[in-house]
Structure formats: C-alpha cells, structure tokens
C-alpha cells in the first residue's frame, strides 16, 4: 500500500492539483478564461518533453529489436482511426462532426500524459521508449490529422480541400516539433557513443514537474460542462477503444517483435492514453464541432487521472513484475 502511495502521489500534485487549480481560478476569477494558460502548453511542446526525451533517450541502450517501437506508435494512430470510420456508420453527424470524430480516435494525448505517467510508474528508461514510441507521432497527427481536418472542412463548406503534401511538411518545420528534432539529435549522440553529461537524469528528474505543469495547468482551464454534455456519450467509444482495444492489439503484435519487458511495459501504457488537446485545437483551427472534439478530451483525462493510472500502478508494480 505505501509503495502505491508513493508510486500515485507525483499524480495527486502534478496533475490533480494543478488542473483542479486552474479550474477554480477560471471558474471564479472573471480576468481568466479558458485560454488564459494556453501560452504553457507552448512551453511543455517546446521546451520541458523536448528536454526530457532528448536526454533520456541519449543514454538508451538501443538494440535492432527498438525498431517495433515507432512502427507501434504510428499504429497508436491508424488503429483506432479505421475503428472509428466503423463506428461513424452508427451516427447521424455531418461533416464537421465527422472530422472532429475522427480527429478524437487518431490522436491521443501520449506526448502528455502518457509520457508523464510513463516517467512516474517505470522511470527515466521507459520516458526514453515512449519518445521513440511517439517519433513518428508529428508525421501521423500533421499529416493524416491535417488532411483529414481540410477534407471535413471542405466537405462541409463545399469547397476544394486546402490540405497538400506541401502543407504538411511545412507543419513538420515548426518550433512545436522540437521533440522531434532533439529525439533525433538524441538518437545521433547515442550512435555515435558521445557520453551524457552526469547531472542528466537530474535535470529529467526536476524538468518531469515543470512539464507535468504546462500541460495540466491549460487542461484544467479547458474544462467546461456546458458545452461538453450533449456528446457525453461518445466518450463511451473512445474510452473503449483507447482504454482496450488499441492497447490489447498492440501489446498481443509488440509480444511478437520485442522481448524487452520494459518497452512491453512502456507500450502497453502509452496505448492507453485519453483523447487529446490537439483535436480541439484542429475542430477550432478547421471550424469543425468543437463540442464533439472537447467531450471526449475532458472526460477520457478525468477517467484516466480516477481509474487508469491507479490500474497501472497496480498492474505494473505489483502484478507484472
């Protein structure tokens, strides 16, 4: 009992506290509104996960078997985006409540709060794997999640759809890529037998909290039921299909290729991470159904935060030794 304490408490003031915080300063201070804290989500894209995943993944031990790694996370993607053109044959939606849908089952939020859950419950070598587990995550979201934003959008509008090639490699030349700039400049470093600087897993250790901040923090001022109620029920299938699903495929492939216990671990955690920020930001960006993008986000964390992490603490401390 007191090795899950100790295992869950990170999660009680990095990431209860800080989203319950900047619900309530929303919630009753007038000045601050949902976007208030947007600007850290640029630092945790831009600074903290690039700082943390590049030093982690410096002193890796990499082996050939580590290849299975970004191949299983661009299937993190895929797997649950054909699930969800399945699923959509069940509803009434328009265009724009297509995209969002869709948007909402192919990105997660394991660059988030799966990496950080990664950290807290399996350590620094496990942060390592899930940076190489998300390296091919920027193509996947800027481009199947791009093209598929601007195809809904144009079929809503009537128009020609704006997405090309050109557009989604412009995307990957961003500052908010600099995980994946610093996971390959990590990767390099590693091959070539450069050795870590000694404080490293110091600086991971003190930069995990920081990251744990700037991204809970613009969560927590997300959250809003008003809007969010009319599409409770699709959380039901993202829930299902991110919290069952996906990580039981890809757990039963990854059992094929890798024998590493570890990355197993850090896999089959990764898998089941919520529904993500990003399909908000691209419903608003393509002028889709927000609402529908928002429902799952807010309640697939809350389920998270309440019932998945203490399911894998438990799983992956006490079961699978």
Sequence with gaps: MLDFLKTFAPFIYDIILPFTLAYLAVKYFK???????????????????????????????????????????????????????LRLKKYDYDYRSKGSYLLVMLVSNAAMLGSMTSYFILGETAYAYTALILSLGPFMVNGVGYLTAARYQALAEGTAVKGSVKDVLKNLIS???????????????????????????????VNIHFAMWSVIVP??????????????????????????????????????????????????????????????????LFKL???????????????????????????????WI
Excluded: C
């Design 175 to 205: 500052w908010n890529q600099m995980a994946l700039y610093l996971t390959i400049i990590g990767l390099l470093l590693n091959f070539l037998n450069v050795p870590r600087p000694l404080v490293a897993s110091n600086i991971i250790a």
């Design 31 to 85: 000045k601050l509104n949902e976007h208030s804290f947007d600007v850290f989500m640029l630092f945790h894209l831009r600074l903290f996960f690039p700082i943390g995943s590049f030093l982690a993944i410096w002193n890796l031990n990499l082996t050939p078997e580590m290849i299975w790694l970004p191949i299983s996370g661009v299937l993190m993607h895929l797997l649950p985006y054909f699930l969800a053109f």
């Design 219 to 284: 969560l927590g001022a997300s959250l809003s039921f008003a809007g969010v109620k009319k599409y409770r029920y699709i959380s039901i299938d993202v829930s299902a299909i991110k919290f069952i699903i996906v990580p039981a495929v890809l757990i039963l492939l990854s059992f094929i290729f890798i024998k590493d216990k570890m990355a197993l671990k850090t896999i089959l955690l990764i898998a089941a991470s919520p529904a993500p920020m990003v399909a908000v930001m691209f419903s608003k």
């Design 289 to 319: 159904n927000v609402d529908l993008a928002m429902s799952p986000f807010i309640y697939t964390t809350v389920i998270y935060i309440a019932l998945m992490v203490p399911i894998f603490i438990i799983l992956m401390r006490f079961v």
